[in-house]
């Protein structure tokens, strides 16, 4: 059986998209696969190796004294236990610059924001470099621009602080707004920043195929500055404590409102 000279146009063509799509597949699968470093690099060429389940490649290369001791770093600064993560992040911030291990180190675009909950009143000031008794209170408030330093309990005393690319009121009214309402002076304030603000690393899904991080990783979308921030905006609200007074949730939700 012979095909006419439009079936068989269509035949070749049929089998061209076939081989090409193919080819897509293949250059796909080995760009996946592909080393994220050189086996010289500190972390070798796949940053956290054994713990990772996106990694396609059979190739399991053990971790490296350093990639242990900042696995552990990692696993300090999700548990709230800030020892030595700063310490690394010169470090990290170079091979971002360079390329390397970018699907776990390289941060996703902004906007980041920043969360601040039942914090003093005098160190939410401090951060805007205003005195206490200007800021506005009991009134939902855009506090404009500034930079926030590290240091002190607040901010980061080694350098680092935790941002989020996605505010999502469902884990923060659930994991950070551990109360209904805030007592008088406490502030609830959120802050927006961009990757030109400052020095940002960690990228939550790639953090989140790593073995053994905490699930809110990937749920929370962090992300981790390193030094100074400038910051675009920070809305607060700072509470009354009187009969009456918008829950947190509330405040939450109108603050949202004005990003």
């Known amino acids: 059986m ?6 068989f146009v269509f035949t070749v063509r049929k089998i061209n998209r076939f081989m090409k799509s193919k080819l897509i597949e293949s250059i796909y699968k080995r760009l996946l696969s592909e080393a994220q470093a050189e086996p010289s690099d500190p972390y070798g ?3 956290f190796a054994p713990q990772r389940k996106d ?10 004294p350093e990639e242990d001791a900042l696995l552990k770093a ?6 709230n236990e800030e020892y030595t993560l700063g310490g690394f992040a010169p470090e990290l911030l170079d091979l971002i610059a360079q390329g390397k291990y970018s699907k776990v180190l390289a941060p996703p675009a902004g906007p980041y924001y920043r969360l601040l909950a039942e914090l003093p009143a005098p160190a939410f000031a401090g951060f805007l470099g205003m005195k206490p008794k200007a800021l506005t209170v009991g009134e939902p ?3 404009g621009g500034g930079t926030m330093t590290p240091g002190g309990r607040y901010s980061g005393s080694t350098g680092i602080h935790s941002w989020t690319t996605k505010l999502d009121p469902k884990w923060v009214n659930k994991d950070i707004l551990t109360r209904k309402y805030m007592k008088a002076g406490e502030v609830l304030a959120v ?4 990757e030109s603000g400052g020095d940002f690393l960690i990228n939550p899904k790639g953090m989140g195929n790593v073995s053994g991080m905490p699930s809110y990783v990937a ?3 962090e992300v981790i500055s390193f030094g100074p921030v400038a910051f675009d905006r920070c809305v607060y609200y700072v509470a009354t404590g009187a009969k009456g007074e918008m829950t947190s949730h509330e405040a939450l939700k109108r603050l949202m409102t004005m990003m």
């Open 2 to 7: 012979f095909l006419d000279e439009e079936a």
């Open 45 to 47: 060429e796949y940053l």
């Open 55 to 64: 990694l396609k490649t059979k190739k399991r290369e053990p971790n490296t």
């Open 74 to 79: 990692l696993e300090d600064h999700y548990n």
């Open 141 to 143: 408030t855009d506090g």
């Open 191 to 194: 802050i927006v920043a961009d």
């Open 219 to 221: 749920t929370q979308n």
